[in-house]
């Protein structure tokens, strides 16, 4: 029978290393841990012939099981929409105007809608739709093209000002910097300054109404509150686009203003377009 033998310290080699007498003994891994390693090897081995692993120019190695993560993605969505299928066929069967009035509809339209939203309409609408400068508020009562629900469907679905789609709504502001004088727009600046009931100069404000008059009524209107169907906004309210102060008044007007929303329709479904509508137009700004 052999006898095990207890080494001490002072039996094991070191590694020549010595600090202040301190020495740096060569000990051998602990066996326990030298199988876990092993065991680690063979099952990254295997891993990476069962599953997608090796990096090539355009993808990577398949896997014998054939696995994707995106395919599995694909399968959940395909699984979801299956079971939305009849909502979503009610959902499109039924008027605009009268999905409020079936509960399941409207929340399935607003959660649905606020989904939407959030992916594709916050980064320029805010996650509140409460916009910012140059992006529309969607919750006050100030609509340049339409609130109503109808309205703001066919905003989404063909967009404003794009090149994309034949029927996004459009009209362009003349940049009147290359029209009129510098005075003139100083004083046409001031008028439309009196007319939203700002702090303006008298003098110049009155010089300014023949001037809006004929270079601006045809779309802002005699009365300056604007036209939806030109997309020219009411310029006698408190609420601006881009800011109603002198210095940016005058900017818009010499510069002009040319925002673009993209068009939709054949980016999200029909039913997300529903949805999102339906969701915008509840958040208490649509008529």
Not at 29 to 36: C, E, G, I, K
Request: glycine content about 10%; charged content about 20%; overall charge negative.
């Amino acid at each position: 029978m052999s006898k095990k033998i207890k080494m001490n310290d002072e039996d094991y080699p070191t590694t020549g290393h010595e600090w202040d007498g301190i020495r740096e003994y060569d000990k051998p891994m602990p066996r326990w841990w030298l199988y876990t390693f092993y065991l680690c090897i063979i099952f990254s081995v295997g891993y990476m012939i069962a599953y997608p692993a090796i990096p090539l120019l355009k993808g990577a190695t398949p896997g014998l099981l054939g696995y994707s993560s995106r395919g599995e993605v694909s399968e959940h969505i395909a699984a979801v929409n299956a079971k939305n299928a009849d909502i979503e066929a009610r959902l499109l069967a039924t008027p605009l105007e009268e999905i409020g009035a079936d509960a399941d509809l409207a929340r399935f339209a607003t959660a649905g809608g606020a989904a939407v939203f959030l992916t594709y309409c916050a980064q320029c609408h805010g996650a509140g739709a409460q916009g910012a400068k140059g992006y529309p508020n969607l919750q006050d009562d100030s609509w340049l093209w339409g609130g109503d629900i109808a309205a703001i469907q066919a905003t989404i679905r063909h967009g404003i000002r794009n090149d994309t789609d034949e029927d996004a709504r459009y009209s362009e502001m003349p940049k009147f910097g290359e029209i009129l004088e510098g005075a003139e727009i100083d004083a046409l600046a001031n008028y439309i300054l009196q007319v939203s009931s700002q702090e303006h100069d008298t003098v110049l404000a009155t010089a300014g109404e023949p001037l809006f008059e004929e270079n601006c009524a045809a779309c802002h209107g005699e009365t300056a509150t604007g036209d939806r169907e030109q997309g020219a906004p009411n310029l006698t309210d408190a609420l601006w686009l881009y800011g109603g102060d002198l210095e940016t008044i005058t900017q818009s007007i010499t510069n002009s203003r040319f925002g673009v929303m993209p068009a939709w329709q054949g980016r999200i479904t029909e039913a997300q377009i529903t949805q999102v509508t339906f969701y915008v137009h509840q958040l208490g700004g649509g008529e």
